[in-house]
T-cell receptor, first 117, second 114 residues
Framework: NAGVTQTPKFQVLKTGQSMTLQCAQD?????MYWYRQDPGMGLRLIYY???????DKGEVPNGYNVSRLNKREFSLRLESAAPSQTSVYFCASSEKRQEGSYNSPLHFGNGTRLTVT | AQSVAQPEDQVNVAEGNPLTVKCTYS??????LFWYVQYPNRGLQFLLK??????LVKGSYGFEAEFNKSQTSFHLKKPSALVSDSALYFCAVRDRAAGNKLTFGGGTRVLVKP
């Protein structure tokens, strides 16, 4: 049981380059999330998808786009990378047990460490 | 808007001594509260949660947390720390009125010395 799988694990980009971070979960979860982790700032939500076919902005969406390709996959795209996007990116998923019930814990991937020079 | 504060960047404790990691929160409605742990080069792992009911919640690896509504706190505790408990700990809150968004604190690094 792989859980949440993120690729790549490491990436170095030059300013202005684009890339897509991939995420897949095999737990049949409805909700998926992208967070970034910066020292001393905890995790900040970039985008989330409450269910297949829907996406919503989180706390820090600028400079990113997402695609919920199907129930398993949720990708994060940087169209024109900037040094401020140097961070560790985490994908997570959770099971929404019933409408209006958001007490399910998140399951995280191991992260993508991105450096933009 | 909801928020979480972890007032200590780092907590040092000797192995075998009690461990406490502090967390306070602010929400407009009733909270769902969570603790996660992160080991080096890994994603966060769920430890425990408070939804409703008993204010003392027991979780994985011998950890527990106490919900205090009047102090808006949810401190993580372990009676006897192990060296292997050394990690980064995050408190998180969901406001039941704010749907699916989870807000994390800045994290507290725990160092357990032999």
């Amino acid at each position: 049981n792989a859980g949440v799988t993120q690729t790549p694990k490491f990436q170095v980009l030059k300013t202005g380059q684009s890339m897509t971070l991939q995420c897949a979960q095999d737990m049949n979860h409805n909700s998926m999330y992208w967070y970034r982790q910066d020292p001393g700032m905890g995790l900040r939500l970039i985008y989330y998808s409450a269910s297949e076919g829907t996406t919503d902005k989180g706390e820090v969406p600028n400079g990113y786009n997402v695609s919920r390709l199907n129930k398993r996959e949720f990708s994060l795209r940087l169209e024109s990378a900037a040094p401020s996007q140097t961070s560790v990116y985490f994908c997570a998923s959770s099971e929404k047990r019933q409408e209006g019930s958001y007490n399910s814990p998140l399951h995280f991937g191991n992260g993508t460490r991105l450096t933009v020079t | 808007a909801q928020s979480v504060a972890q007032p200590e960047d780092q907590v040092n404790v000797a192995e075998g001594n009690p461990l406490t990691v502090k967390c306070t929160y602010s929400v407009s409605g009733n909270p769902y509260l969570f603790w996660y742990v992160q080991y080096p080069n890994r994603g966060l792992q769920f430890l425990l949660k408070y939804i409703t009911g008993d204010n003392l919640v027991k979780g994985s690896y011998g950890f527990e947390a106490e919900f205090n509504k009047s102090q808006t706190s949810f401190h993580l505790k372990k009676p006897s720390a192990l060296v292997s408990d050394s990690a980064l700990y995050f408190c998180a809150v969901r406001d039941r009125a704010a749907g699916n968004k989870l807000t994390f604190g800045g994290g507290t690094r725990v160092l357990v010395k032999p």
